[in-house]
């Protein structure tokens, strides 16, 4: 397998996640042409003192997923990495299943602009934006 973890694959071949997916409980169910789709599955360890999930949960939800939106935009012998990570929140999220859809909005020769939206009960509760480096092996 290449440097980097093939994140593709667990899409395509059923190759098991890498540890943080699991820890986070996200399942990945689709990553293709830059859009990457997955269910998050919010439960009582998520939670903060106030009862909703702990915003730095939340940004790595989206963080993961805009992995795979990136992984499917790469070429073979890159890698990337994140630059920032800037997450705005509408609603908190409770307890529950939540969708995150992220997306390559653009794509240079080394830096990708990565937006991603995390969904429950079909309303918005959080957006993340996020620049990534691109990195020839």
């Known amino acids: 397998m290449d440097k980097g973890f093939n994140l593709i694959r667990v899409v395509t071949d059923g ?8 820890t986070l409980q996200l399942k990945v169910t689709s990553a293709c042409d830059g859009v990457a789709r997955g269910i998050w599955s919010v439960d009582d360890q998520f939670m903060n003192g106030l009862g909703v999930a702990m915003g730095g949960f939340v940004s790595s939800a989206a963080d993961i997923m805009m992995a795979y939106a990136v992984a499917s935009k790469i070429n073979e012998g890159e890698s990337f990495t994140s630059i920032d990570l800037h997450t705005t929140f509408h609603r908190p999220i409770l307890k529950g299943e939540v969708m995150v859809e992220a997306r390559v909005e653009k794509m240079g020769r080394r830096v990708a602009y990565v937006i991603a939206d995390l969904f429950q009960n079909e309303k918005k509760a959080a957006s993340v934006v996020s620049s990534v480096m691109i990195i020839s092996e």
Not at 15 to 22: F, G, L, N, R, T
């Open 15 to 22: 190759v098991m996640p890498p540890p943080c997916d699991q």
